[in-house]
């Protein structure tokens, strides 16, 4: 059997605390092993929050410290003798990683105050406070991947290397012009020229072409400045409005057809036909807008209404629950669950 | 704030700098770090703790087969096993400023290294991926008449 001298390291006092072991998740380790390239995992967090790590792409964990009872030693060879191995540490915690939502909370509260509307579209030069996506990378415990997902979902403007969410109702006119113009020009939607179409836009319309460039970019693909509409996306906005008729008619025939509720899910509620109102009405009720945290989000949703059906609470929870199954234990958890004559399933406050 | 932890990064693969372990002890996990699990702590008696710096601990032996070891320290021998970790284990290896520069720019791209005074952890690099580590989870045996 052959041996090894095990001494401890010439440096090991003034190495102490400069190894850590990290538990590596199946999907973090086939992502190591197979990328011959160097990946860069970020830890981000402030001093008061719970540290988070970051892949390279669109994923973030949370970082757990688990205390060993036993001892675990870094053993590496000893560079002066090669019959010797060294012992380089000596640790009693691993760190567990365990995958989370991106906590982009934050971005809201940051952001506060900062919408563009066209009033200050047009107030070019000076320069403007706020965060850049270079804060908001450092401050917001989120993957790159997820940031900028977010950023567009939210619809965030970087203007002039500052981070900018539009507001709503110039958002809907700046669509509404496209779209107008789009049609007047008889331009196909497939194949929209976009600097021509930004260039009018800031002529005729004052909107400037850093706006209209990054909105084009959300609601399409913007290839060798060529946009393609994607005619779907370019309804999502417009929940606002509280009938699908006026939606129909704010984006004008061509894309009437594809007007669809399903595009709203989690931004509206339904309200069956009462005395008053002969049909169904629809009420404006954003899942962005309700606390992220489960107890006083549940609190909130119950206020609104007493009883949800499944169907209907689901939307409203899936920004809080990483997959169906976290869905449902949120539920378990909060909710008192009744079933009625007809299999439907009611939720009502516990 | 942002700590960058760096895999496969060209540092930790860089010949110059890696050693590898004994072949027997190699083929465990890694080329160049081996994990080694005690039930219990290596405790030392010593004025300052720096004294035990580069001190000998005992004696390893690992069978042929790469399934068994043991660990001799004095008239203790502790007897252990290779076993396969649950889940995988990435050692991480703190980075500090200014002998790691190089490295740095090259993994980093748009990395600024902050001109800062000298020791600064700059992030950290994980220097090995372990899938098996040697567990030494019985009591020690003693051993006697044989000089230690």
């Known amino acids: 059997m052959p041996e090894f001298d095990l001494a401890f390291s010439a440096s090991l006092t003034e190495e102490t605390g400069h190894f850590k072991l990290l538990e590596l998740p199946t999907e973090i380790c086939a992502l190591v092993e197979n990328s011959l390239t160097p990946l860069r995992f970020s830890v981000k967090g402030q001093s008061s929050e719970d540290a988070v790590l970051c892949t390279p792409d669109d994923k973030t964990y949370t970082i757990r410290s688990v205390v060993l009872s036993n001892n675990i030693l870094v053993v590496t060879s000893d560079p002066e003798n090669d019959a010797a191995v060294v012992v380089r540490d000596q640790l009693t915690e691993i760190l567990e990683l365990t995958p989370t939502l991106p906590k982009l909370e934050k971005l809201t509260a940051l952001l506060r105050g900062r919408d563009l509307d066209d009033v200050a579209d047009n107030a070019d030069g000076e320069p403007e406070p706020g965060i850049s996506y270079e804060d908001a990378k450092s401050l917001i415990q989120a993957s790159d991947g997820e940031l900028a997902s977010t950023l567009r979902k939210r619809r965030i403007l970087d203007i002039r290397g500052k981070l900018r969410p539009i507001a709503p109702s110039y958002l809907t006119t700046i669509l509404e012009t496209i779209l107008n113009h789009i049609v007047a020009q008889g331009l196909k939607p497939e194949a929209v020229p976009a600097s021509e179409l930004s260039a009018t836009l800031a002529d005729e319309n004052e909107i400037s072409v850093a706006v209209s460039m990054q909105v084009m970019t959300w609601f399409g693909n913007l290839n060798d400045g060529v946009w393609v509409l994607d005619v779907p996306a370019v309804h999502e906005p417009l929940t606002r409005e509280e009938l699908l008729r006026r939606w129909k008619l704010a984006v004008g025939d061509t894309f009437e057809a594809s007007v669809a509720l399903d595009l709203l899910s989690g931004n509206y509620l339904e309200t069956a036909s009462t005395g008053l109102f002969s049909a169904d009405t629809l009420t404006y009720f954003p899942s962005s807008a309700l606390p992220v945290e489960p107890a006083s989000r549940f609190a909130d949703l119950f206020l609104t209404r007493q009883r949800w059906r499944a169907e209907d609470i689901s939307p409203f929870l899936s920004d809080i629950a990483l997959n169906n199954k976290e869905r449902d234990k949120l539920l378990l958890k909060y909710t008192r669950t009744t079933t009625d004559s007809g299999g439907q399933v009611y939720y009502t406050k516990r | ?148």
């Open chain 2, 1 to 148: 704030m942002i700590v960058p932890i760096s895999f496969n990064s060209p540092s930790t693969s860089a010949a110059a700098t890696s050693y590898p372990l004994p072949p027997t002890l190699a083929r465990i996990s890694h080329a160049e770090v081996v994990l080694v699990e005690l039930q219990g702590a290596l405790e030392i008696h010593s004025a300052k703790p720096s004294e035990r710096d580069g001190k000998l601990v005992g004696r390893l032996g690992i069978d042929d087969a790469g399934k068994t070891a043991t660990l001799r320290i004095g008239h203790h021998l502790l007897e252990g096993k290779v076993v396969q970790l649950a889940k995988p284990l990435a050692v991480l290896q703190r980075v500090l400023d200014g002998h790691k520069e190089d490295n740095m720019d090259v993994d980093g791209g748009e990395e600024q290294p902050a001109p800062s005074e000298t020791q600064t952890t700059t992030g950290w690099d994980a220097i090995a991926l372990i899938k098996r580590k040697i567990v030494f989870s019985k009591r020690p045996t003693p051993i006697v008449g044989r000089p230690a």
